[in-house]
């Protein structure tokens, strides 16, 4: 999707590529760029994990040293992006990347993601959009700038901080990160755009809202009819997979609650997007962005997702004897 503003051509052109769209964190990245960038030409990407290595080498500017590329939320696997990044930054590219997921942080700490960034953020802390909201600040604050439209923003990354790191102490967050998932991709960053500093609920908002409660009881009893689960003796824990049509997260979460588990690793398919999330009972150690980046995602220790190839026909079965096998040989460790 792309967001058109009226071009300086005294500005860089800026281009930001973000998880989503079905992201409130990533959605909020795109919002931050949008208002802290008001006036420049911008376009704006959303990309998921298995594209994003495809989407940034495909990124050719005729011009790089009248370019800024502003990465959030994602990070990519392959060295060859690393190269074609770095050889776009030696043609004057500008490059920025604001990332919070523990894959990230332990690949460039194993020596990947070795690019010659303008500036970074690689933090664990916060979500990507707080932890870009707070360096945009600070850079506007340092060189005396001022961005009302950009603080106005406060109460929107801190309820995207809040849901994304599942921390759920706003009201709201949960609510608003549902809604945006049974969005338009074009309609969600429309109404984040649009929101005011109150956050006041629009009429398009209300009836994402009340759509939640109708998909969520749908993908409920899908997720109920498909519900395999296998033991995994050798780690004391348990694999649950099942077919959900989005709202993997809170399939998990009521899951666990409601049937009280422990010891259990969920692995559910999501119709939606073709990709496993996976989730976590409290009490259970496995770290999610292991196992999943054995698989080829990557996320948080407590949530991650990737993609697990599994014939139709017996997707949940196959899906979690595979996790069930990879936890076997501690893949996560």
Not at 23 to 35: E, H, N, P, Q, Y
Not at 236 to 255: I, K, L, M, P, Q
Request: hydrophobic share 40%; charged share 25%.
């Amino acid at each position: 999707m792309s967001a058109p503003h009226r071009f300086m051509p005294a500005s860089r052109r800026v281009t930001l590529m973000s998880h989503g769209p079905q992201c409130l964190d990533g959605l909020t990245c795109a919002v931050i760029i949008s208002r802290n960038f008001a006036g420049r030409e911008i376009e704006t990407i959303f990309t998921g994990n298995n594209q994003i290595d495809e989407q940034i080498r495909s990124f050719s500017p005729l011009d790089p040293g009248k370019e800024e590329l502003w990465i959030t939320d994602i990070s990519w696997r392959q060295d060859e992006t690393d190269a074609h990044l770095n050889r776009l930054i030696d043609r004057g590219l500008e490059l920025y990347w604001v990332d919070h997921h523990k894959t990230a942080i332990d690949r460039k700490a194993e020596g990947h993601l070795d690019v010659n960034f303008t500036d970074h953020v690689l933090d664990d802390r916060y979500c990507a959009s707080r932890l870009l909201f707070e360096h945009l600040c600070a850079r506007a604050k340092k060189t005396g700038e001022s961005h009302p439209g950009l603080l106005a923003l406060e109460n929107l990354v801190m309820l995207a901080d809040d849901v994304d790191r599942w921390v759920l102490e706003i009201d709201g967050s949960r609510e608003l990160a549902l809604a945006v998932r049974t969005m338009r991709q074009d309609d969600a960053f429309r109404l984040l755009l649009s929101m005011d500093s109150k956050l006041t609920h629009t009429p398009a908002l209300q009836r994402a809202m009340a759509k939640v409660g109708q998909e969520l009881q749908a993908t409920l009893a899908l997720a109920a009819e498909t519900f395999y689960e296998i033991s995994v003796p050798e780690r004391g824990v348990s694999v649950v997979s099942a077919e959900c049509d989005g709202f993997t997260g809170e399939v998990a979460d009521r899951w666990t609650r409601a049937r009280e588990r422990t010891g259990t690793v969920y692995a559910l398919y999501d119709r939606r997007t073709h990709g496993v999330s996976m989730r976590r009972s409290p009490d259970c150690s496995v770290d999610l962005s292991r196992l999943a980046g054995y698989f080829g995602g990557g996320g948080h220790a407590a949530a991650a997702g990737c993609n697990i190839d599994a014939s139709p026909a017996n997707r949940p079965m196959e899906i979690a004897g595979q996790v069930a096998d990879a936890l076997a040989d501690g893949v996560d460790r």
